[in-house]
């Protein structure tokens, strides 16, 4: 199948409009989806993700979003990111040539991950843009350096104009 034509659905919760539309937070919704998905991934297990049913993690109707493989495969990290938690979440090498298999294994972690952040700053009444940053800073574990220059570096790459002035 050609990679221009790979797509997969996912749960889209409502706090994408908010935090990609209303808030100004994210760019895009592919942007929302992979940083949801790292958020997943960071915390659930595999077997949750595993575990949900196709309306889990595609959602239906309203919820339902479409994902298109060639908005990753145009950014290296989002390719990179893809594949990795894919091949961490099935140890099958070949997730790491699978953009299908990418896209379905990150739309599981994209779940869970939005469902954390709507956790975290669903209420909120304004922008939680340093709450954001808070919460990258503070879910990274102690004591392991490359993560924290990893969280670092993705804090430092907000643009200062989406930080607030």
């Given amino acids: 199948m050609p990679e221009s034509t790979i797509r997969q ?4 919760h409502s706090l994408y409009d908010k ?8 760019n895009t919704y592919v942007d ?4 949801a998905g790292c958020v997943g991934y960071a915390t659930i297990d595999r077997t949750t993700a595993a575990g949900y049913d196709t309306s889990e993690y595609a959602g239906e109707g309203n919820t339902q979003g479409e994902m298109l493989w060639m908005h990753l495969a145009n ?12 091949y961490q979440h099935t140890g099958d090498p070949e997730a790491l040539v699978d953009p299908q298999l990418q896209l ?3 739309a599981r972690y994209a779940r869970a991950g939005i469902d954390r ?15 954001l940053i808070s919460f990258i800073e503070n879910e990274q574990p102690n004591g392991d350096s490359q993560q924290e220059d990893i969280l670092g ?10 930080i607030g002035e």
């Fill in 9 to 12: 659905n996912y749960y889209r």
């Fill in 75 to 86: 950014k290296t990290t989002y390719r990179a990111v893809a594949a990795s938690i894919a």
């Fill in 104 to 106: 379905e294994v990150l």
């Fill in 19 to 26: 935090m990609v539309e209303e808030w100004d937070l994210f």
């Fill in 153 to 162: 570096t993705i804090a430092a790459s907000f643009d200062e104009s989406k």
């Fill in 32 to 35: 929302l989806f992979v940083f």
């Fill in 117 to 131: 952040l709507e956790t975290e700053f669903g209420e909120s009444a304004s922008t939680p843009r340093d709450g």
